[in-house]
């Protein structure tokens, strides 16, 4: 699984690469990883959501 160092407000975060595109394991500003990626999966779509936003404001 790829991961890429992040930022979300100055918080160090992970973005990785779930099934759909390119995901922002975000929950309550708690950056996920390991085995806690399969309870993350439950929020895909917020965690889309973050993902679309953080691009817009990365580029």
């Known amino acids: 699984m790829e991961t890429v160092k992040g930022h979300l407000h100055g918080t160090p975060c992970r973005f990785v690469n779930l099934r759909v595109g ?12 390991g085995s806690e990626l399969e309870f993350a999966q439950e929020y895909t779509l917020y965690i889309w959501n973050c993902a679309v936003y953080l691009h817009t404001l990365t580029g």
Not at 22 to 33: E, K, P, Q, R, S
């Open 22 to 33: 390119l995901m922002a394991v975000i929950f309550c500003g708690h950056c996920w990883n």
